[in-house]
């Protein structure tokens, strides 16, 4: 069983940036494709960004594209999301996730939360206008 531990959330201005970490509890995380995941109170989880386990491939979803990057380090057991430029409407609590199944790697949808076997508890993010 995994853990999963996201950091880094907080308070920032409109065009600030933050970076969220998520540390995994055990090296068979470098075996899973990652996935960062945001809700706002009232909204579905929704999809943000998606690494393949050898980080050498990423995915963004196109309200994030271009403003946010997603990286991991195998040997330190983490994954960053580094956000930038950020919005208003960027405020959610963010959540890491483990897909042990590496759907993104094998060319599935890393976007469905469905396909996730393990989560974090969440880091509040909050952009101030």
């Known amino acids: 069983q995994v853990q999963l531990v996201e950091s880094g959330g907080g308070l920032v201005q409109a065009g600030g940036s933050l970076r969220l970490s998520c540390a995994a509890s055990e090296r068979t995380f470098s075996n899973y494709d990652m996935g960062w995941f945001r809700q706002a109170p009232g909204k579905e989880r929704e999809f943000v960004a998606a690494?393949?386990?050898?980080?050498?491939?990423?995915r963004y979803s196109d309200s994030v594209k271009g403003r946010f990057t997603v990286s991991r380090d195998n040997a330190k057991n983490t994954v960053d999301l580094q956000m930038n430029s950020l919005k208003p409407e960027d405020t959610a609590v963010y959540y890491c996730?483990?897909?042990?199944?590496?759907?993104?790697?094998?060319?599935?949808?890393?976007?469905?939360?469905?396909?996730?076997?393990?989560w974090g508890q969440g880091t509040q993010v909050t952009v101030s206008s």
């Open positions: 996730a483990a897909d042990r199944s590496r759907t993104y790697y094998r060319d599935g949808d890393p976007g469905n939360a469905d396909l996730y076997d393990y």
């Open positions: 690494i393949i386990w050898s980080g050498i491939r990423r």
